[in-house]
């Protein structure tokens, strides 16, 4: 017969108080108003540049702008108090210096008609105040990022569907510079894989997370490399068959790698096994060649992309100029409003709009514009790491990887590291779709991050077993008999 424990045993003290966790909102609200002085001064910087005078909408932008920020601020303080405090200031500033440089080459533009009468600045800004009334809709309605998780294969069918969609209409309707990747209806255009790439991260999460024991422990070693079963290969071959199609069919070589590299990335978080990255990469390349090689509108894009002067008034014009672009900014750039970025043609859309920051702001900016996209992705990774459920760890890491995968592949394309894309610069170039997406995309890791931060609820107190003696409330008659008598 066991011995019966002490009365310490028994009646353990409770566990210390969780530590008070710091909201950090008030540093919010701070850096908002930096990324605020940081937008406005380069505002009056492109108008003293261009016009030498302040522009006529300066004040009023600048109070609109700061009123939209701080509803913002007071929406995370109501309903995210634990958010990551640098995510809203980040993607505010990137989006305000983006409408900065949109209606610097506005004028270029409306006179080319390139942009509407009206300029796209205007229309940017009107997607941005859209793109934080969804944000806000998104953090008052989705109270719990796990509520994802049961609808992980209809995020997966909506996803598929919505990426398909443009390679199935006729090529009036989806097909834009070249690249077949947008819904054009009723003078309206969307690109509906910005939003599928939510849903698919959603739903990739969801199933690493209920296949990773299988996907990692399910493998042989040979020559030092965990190689995974044939029938686990399934979901890889199947997301590259996608990848292929929609490379071969739309001609997007961005969405394609954006996809395909975001799952396999996903499936190298979920399993830590390497083997994994080796074979998608050799995948993706090989996949990628063979189709270069057969069908000619990719190879086209191949070709300008490793020999951009061979044909500098053709196919390679937009890769040769946007190289000139970079090498006439040099260190620190021309100055906002002084440069040449608008001969590159469409320089405030996609990737284009790298252009305008290398030239304008130089090496210098164009390397604090990085910093601030790295730091967005740093705490989606950080919040990552802090969740403490399965799916939001993959989910918040998944979008994390995407952003970060966006970023590289459209500023990989206009530096020469990989063929010119056309994704857009997250929060940066002109677009309401992307501007959306990406502020959902926000949404949801101040949505986790709350989750992470926020502190435990208080562990219930262990009630004393009958008979023994509670040294804190002084105890009773009958445990003092019991324990000492």
Known sequence: MAAKPSASEAYAPPPPAEPEIPKRRNAELLLLGLALVLGMFA????????????????????????????????????????????????????NGLGLVLISRLDPY???????????????????SVI??????????????????????????????ILIALPAVLPASMSE?????????????????????????????AAYLHAKRDTL???????????????????????????AMLVLIRETDLGVSLMFFGAFVIMLYLATERASWLIFGVLMFIGGAVLV??????????????????GDVTGNSRQTAQSLYAFANGGLFGTGLGQGYPYLVGFANNADYIMD??????????????????????????KTALLVRDPYGKLFA??????????????????????????????????GGSALLANWILAALLLRISDAARRPLPPALPLSAPPGFFDPRSGGNDGAKKAVHG
């Open 292 to 309: 270069g090689l057969t069908f000619s509108h990719v190879q086209v894009r191949f070709e300008s992309w490793l020999n951009p002067f």
């Open 43 to 94: 505002y009056a910087n492109v108008g003293l540049a261009m016009h030498d005078k302040l522009p006529a909408n300066f004040w009023p932008v600048g109070f609109g702008f700061a009123v939209v920020l701080l509803i913002a601020h007071l929406a995370v303080r109501w309903l995210a108090p634990y958010a990551d405090p640098l995510i809203l200031p980040l993607a505010a500033g990137i």
């Open 176 to 204: 834009v510079n070249g690249a077949r990747s947008w819904v054009k209806f009723a003078g309206l255009s969307v690109q509906p894989a910005e939003f599928a790439k939510l849903l698919m991260v959603s739903f990739f």
């Open 397 to 430: 890491a998944g979008l994390a990887v995407t952003f970060a995968l966006q970023v590289f592949i459209t500023a990989g394309g206009v530096m020469r590291v990989i063929p010119l894309t056309g994704l857009p610069m997250p929060f940066l170039a002109y």
């Open 109 to 127: 533009n409306i006179a080319n008609k390139l942009a509407p009468a009206g300029g796209a600045a205007k229309q940017q800004a009107i997607f």
């Open 356 to 381: 305008t920051v290398g030239e304008e702001l130089g090496l210098v900016g164009l390397a604090a514009l990085l910093i601030g996209y790295g730091l967005f992705v740093a705490r989606g990774l």
């Open 216 to 242: 990692a422990l399910a493998s042989r070693k040979v020559f030092g490399i965990w190689i995974p079963r044939g029938r686990d290969m399934g979901p890889l071959i199947v997301c590259w068959a996608f």
């Open 131 to 160: 793109g934080v009334v969804v944000l806000i809709a998104v953090l008052y309605f989705l109270r719990d990022h796990k509520v994802l998780q049961r609808y992980a294969y209809i995020s997966a069918l909506v996803g598929l």
